[in-house]
């Protein structure tokens, strides 16, 4: 559990400046039950393509290299 923790926060890492470019940030909540959760922040918390940022980007990222990870949500 532990090593996939690290492994979706490398993930995030990679993605953030991405989204600090944009004006916004995201952090790592938890990971539980196959879940990811993180809060999407600054301008990403309200943005209008936040869906797709989510699901095409942040998603896609972490099931990518981590093929357990079942869904990610953003937690507010």
Do not use: H, S, W
Not at 52 to 63: F, R, S
């Amino acid at each position: 559990m532990k090593e996939k923790e690290e492994k979706i926060q490398e993930i995030i890492d990679k993605l953030r400046p991405f989204l600090i470019n944009d004006g916004g940030n995201i952090e790592f909540v938890k990971y539980e039950n196959d879940v990811v959760y993180i809060r999407m922040m600054g301008a990403c918390a309200n943005c209008q393509m936040l869906d797709l940022t989510l699901k095409d980007g942040i998603a896609a990222a972490i099931m990518n290299e981590i093929p357990d990870v079942r869904d990610v949500i953003n937690v507010i």
